[in-house]
């Protein structure tokens, strides 16, 4: 009956102690991402919490000159910085995180996330959520 009770005590510890060694395996050597220009490393306490690390870039879409005129997909600001994203779960929706008419939030888990991929995450989320490369925007009444 001892026996019993002493395993059942220590069989969650076993378990904890297999998952912190988990932990510390995948950060040997550090896990780091390069977001833009920024260098991210997740430290061992970070590890223990996290599993996957991302860069994510906001694009936010540049005002026709003209409200008549179509705009291509192609035509987003990119003046935002890179910025890093750390998460328990995978995300599956890469590259495209979010996106609207007037937003695209990007999301890049290659260890060098930088502008030369926007391009093609564009193309791609477009390709997924709208109608294609060609957005039409709003024509003033009158």
């Known amino acids: 009956m001892r026996v019993a009770v002493v395993l059942s005590l220590l069989i969650p ?3 904890a102690q297999a998952h912190i060694q988990d932990s510390l395996e995948k950060c040997n050597p550090p896990r780091v991402i390069f977001c833009g220009h920024q260098r ?7 590890c223990e919490r996290w599993d996957h690390l991302y860069c994510t870039k906001t694009l936010g879409r540049r005002p026709p000159k003209d409200g008549c ?3 291509t997909a ?3 600001d990119r003046s935002q910085d890179w910025r890093i ?3 328990a779960t995978a995300i599956l929706t890469l590259p495209c995180l979010a996106m609207d008419e007037f937003s695209l939030t990007l999301i890049c888990r290659s ?3 930088n502008d030369t991929l926007v391009d093609e995450g564009i193309r791609e989320c477009s390709a997924k959520y709208s109608r294609g490369l060609v957005q039409y925007v709003e024509r003033p009444n009158g």
């Open 69 to 71: 005129i179509t705009t």
């Open 13 to 15: 510890l076993i378990t």
């Open 85 to 87: 994203l750390i998460s």
């Open 74 to 76: 192609l035509a987003w």
């Open 111 to 113: 260890e060098k996330c």
């Open 40 to 46: 991210h490393e997740l430290n061992k306490f970070d």
